[in-house]
């Protein structure tokens, strides 16, 4: 779904129209879930979270400004509910690699080695701007506004991260140069 389509249905959310909000979520979910599950490191936390987003985007679809930049905004109430909830609640949980699997549940098999790698190689930062970019298709600036960190660092972190899945995968024999 583009961000127009998108933008519409935030409008016609902001006009009570409750089968907006289901679009809504079908078309974001998945990039909501990842991004919180990355963030929050716990699959029941993460998937509160997606919930308490979309309730905000219920209750905040009437202030929307459009800017052209819908999925920016409900990654960044998806954000600010992920920090507030670490804030609350400092226990940290090991993420069964099956968990991530929710994420792309038609590209299980083909996924699954990869994310594995992705979320036990990677910093927290540095999954969060690939997950945010390989699940949402953001732009690296619109990543850079989200996680409130210069354009720069959102791109070499990229890069390196890569450069270092790259570098796993050879050695494990998944990847051939």
């Not at 509160?48 to 409900?74: C, E, F, M, R």
């Not at 920090?83 to 609640?89: A, S």
């Not at 690296?140 to 960190?149: T, V, W, Y």
Request: charged share 30%.
């Amino acid at each position: 779904m583009d961000e127009k389509q998108l933008e519409i249905l935030i409008q016609d959310v902001s006009n009570g129209n409750l089968d907006a909000l289901e679009n809504i979520y079908v078309s974001t979910s998945t990039a909501v879930y990842g991004f919180a599950l990355s963030m929050l490191k716990n699959k029941s936390d993460a998937e509160d979270v997606v919930h308490d987003t979309y309730l905000s985007v219920l209750k905040g679809s009437a202030q929307y400004k459009n800017y052209g930049k819908p999925l920016a905004w409900i990654l960044r109430i998806t954000k600010n509910l992920c920090l507030d909830k670490l804030r609350k609640n400092t226990r940290y949980a090991d993420v069964e690699i099956e968990d991530w699997m929710l994420v792309e549940e038609e590209n299980k098999n083909e996924y699954k080695e990869l994310l594995g790698l992705c979320f036990h190689i990677l910093t927290d930062e540095e999954r969060n701007i690939v997950v945010l970019h390989a699940l949402s298709g953001l732009k690296f600036r619109e990543i850079a506004n989200i996680l409130e960190k210069p354009l720069a660092t959102v791109l070499s972190k990229y890069h390196r991260s890569l450069k270092r899945l790259k570098n796993e995968m050879i050695e494990r024999s998944l990847y051939e140069q």
